[in-house]
C-alpha cells in the first residue's frame, strides 16, 4: 500500500474485526486521580482547570482480564496516551511523565496486554492521541500554522511506532487529529508501515481519526463522531464508540446513578449498531486505583450473560434485507448463515408479535425463542404479515430477559 488515501482506503479489513462485533474502550490515565466532571468530561480535566480555567487497591491486570473476558466482548482499547500526555508505557519520548517514572512505577500498557493474551482470546488495541494541549512543541507548531511538525517527528509518531513494536495491538485507535491536518501529522506514512511492514500488518485494523479532513472518509473503519449510530446501513464498515456514563469517558467520582446507561438501553444500541454493520466500543472508565466500579462490572457481566444466549444473533452476523421492521417499532433483524434473527425490545402485552418485514418460504418454516422455547406458533396474516404468539414465560426455566430474540428458519 502506498502513503496515500486512495491506496491506504482500498485495504480490506480483517475479518476477525467485522466477525467481533462488540468492544470494550478503558479511558484510564492521570485524569482517574482527579476524576472530577461538572458539566464536562472527567478525561479533559486539565484542559478545563488550565485551558479554559473552569472553577470545579490498584490495578490488577488479570482481574480486568477475566472480567471483560465474561462481557463477552471480542476486543478492547486502552488509552495509551490521552490529550494531557501521559502515557500508560515507559515512553522514552515521555520522559518523567510516563507511568513508569512517577505514579503507579508500572508498565501499564504491557501489563494489561500480557493478562488479555494469557488469559482470553480478545484481541487488544490501543487509542492514542496524536495531539497534547499545552505540550511546547505542539503549541510551537500550532504557531507556526502547522508549516513545522518538531512535535510530530520528535513525539507523536516515534510514541506510534513504539507502542506498535513493543506491544503488537491489533487496533490503533487515533484520536486528537482535529487541529491539523494527516500531511502534518504524517499519517498516511505511519498507516503505510503498519499495513506493509509492521509486526501486526495481517491483523491491525485503524480508524478515521487521522486528520482535520479524515474523520468520517478515510482510515480502516468509520467512527465519525462519538456515539455515532446512523440507525441505517452503511457503504463502509463502522463503529459506534459510546460511554457506560453517558456523560464522561474517564471516571467521575461526583456521578449520579441516572447517568449510568441501562442495560436495556446498552442492548438496543448494540442491536442497532450490528443490524446496520457496525461494531459497539462500548467505554469504561476505571478508578485512579486501578479498580473497575461495580455498576460498570454489573453492565459488562450483564451483557455477556445476555450474549451467552443470545450470541449467535450477534458475533459473524451480517446485516439482513431489512434493517428493522417495516411495521412494528422495536424489532430489529440480523442473518447468519441459513438463519433470521428479529431482536424484540417489548414482550408484546398481547401475546402476539405482528412482523411486516419477514416472509415464510413454506408450512415447515420455524421460529424459536433464544433461551426458551422452540416451535413458536406462527401464521401468515393478511396482507403478507407473519404474527407470532409468544410463550408464557417460565422464569425457573427461561433464559430469556431484556431483549427477546426470535431465531427463524425459512424466512425471506
Known amino acids: 500500500y ?21 468492544g470494550i474502550f478503558i479511558h484510564w490515565g492521570v485524569f482517574s486521580v482527579p476524576s472530577f466532571g461538572e458539566g464536562f468530561a472527567a478525561e479533559w480535566f486539565w484542559e478545563y482547570w488550565k485551558g479554559v480555567s473552569s472553577p470545579s487497591a490498584f490495578f490488577d491486570p488479570d482481574q480486568w482480564a477475566d472480567l471483560f473476558a465474561a462481557s463477552g466482548a471480542k476486543y478492547i482499547v486502552l488509552t495509551s496516551k490521552h490529550h494531557e500526555g501521559f502515557t500508560n508505557w515507559p515512553s522514552v519520548n515521555s520522559w518523567n511523565w510516563n507511568s513508569m517514572d512517577v505514579g503507579p512505577h508500572r508498565d501499564l500498557v504491557g501489563e494489561l496486554a500480557t493478562a488479555v493474551r494469557n488469559r482470553t482470546s480478545i484481541h487488544f488495541g490501543l487509542y492514542h492521541s496524536l495531539y497534547e494541549w499545552f505540550h511546547p512543541l505542539y503549541l510551537q507548531d500550532k504557531a507556526n500554522g502547522f508549516k513545522t511538525n518538531e512535535f510530530v517527528k520528535s513525539k507523536t509518531m516515534p510514541e506510534l511506532y513504539d507502542i506498535v513494536n513493543r506491544y503488537k495491538p491489533d487496533i490503533v485507535w487515533s484520536d486528537g487529529q482535529w487541529e491539523a491536518s ?11 508501515w503498519l499495513y506493509n511492514k509492521s509486526p501486526v500488518r495481517d491483523t491491525v485494523v485503524t480508524n478515521d481519526r487521522w486528520g482535520s479532513h479524515t474523520l468520517c472518509k478515510h482510515g480502516g473503519f468509520l467512527t465519525c463522531h462519538d456515539h455515532f449510530n446512523p440507525g441505517t446501513l452503511q457503504t463502509r464498515k463502522w463503529e459506534n464508540a459510546l460511554t457506560m456514563d453517558r456523560g464522561s469517558w474517564g471516571y467521575r467520582r461526583n456521578v449520579g446513578v441516572g447517568d449510568y446507561i441501562s442495560i436495556e438501553d446498552l442492548l ?46 450477534v458475533y459473524s452476523s451480517q446485516p439482513w434485507k431489512h434493517q428493522n421492521d417495516s411495521l412494528t417499532p422495536g424489532i430489529w433483524y440480523t442473518t447468519r448463515e441459513n438463519a433470521v434473527y428479529a431482536f424484540v425490545y417489548t414482550w408484546p402485552a398481547s401475546g402476539n408479535l405482528t412482523m ?13 425463542l433464544l433461551g426458551g422455547e422452540s416451535n413458536l406458533y406462527w401464521k401468515t396474516v393478511k396482507p403478507s404479515r407473519l ?12 433464559q430469556a430477559k431484556w431483549v427477546y430474540v426470535l431465531k427463524m428458519i425459512g424466512f425471506v
Not at 182 to 192: F, H, M, R
Not at 356 to 368: H, M, Y
Not at 387 to 398: A, E, G, K, L
Request: a negative charge; glycine letters at 6%; charged letters at 20%.
Open 2 to 22: 502506498l502513503p496515500t488515501w486512495d491506496s491506504l482506503d482500498k485495504r480490506p479489513l480483517p475479518k476477525w474485526y467485522d466477525e467481533s462485533k462488540i
Open 182 to 192: 494527516s500531511d502534518y501529522w504524517n499519517s498516511t506514512e505511519l498507516i503505510a
Open 268 to 313: 438496543h444500541e448494540l442491536i442497532s449498531t450490528v443490524s446496520c454493520g457496525g461494531n459497539m466500543l462500548i467505554n469504561i472508565g476505571p478508578s485512579k486505583e486501578g479498580t473497575i466500579h461495580p455498576i460498570f462490572e454489573e453492565r459488562l457481566r450483564q451483557m455477556g450473560e445476555w450474549l451467552g444466549v443470545n450470541g449467535e444473533a
Open 356 to 368: 411486516e418485514s419477514p416472509l415464510a418460504t413454506s408450512q415447515s418454516s420455524s421460529i424459536s
Open 387 to 398: 404474527s407470532v404468539v409468544f410463550p408464557v414465560i417460565n422464569p425457573s426455566t427461561t
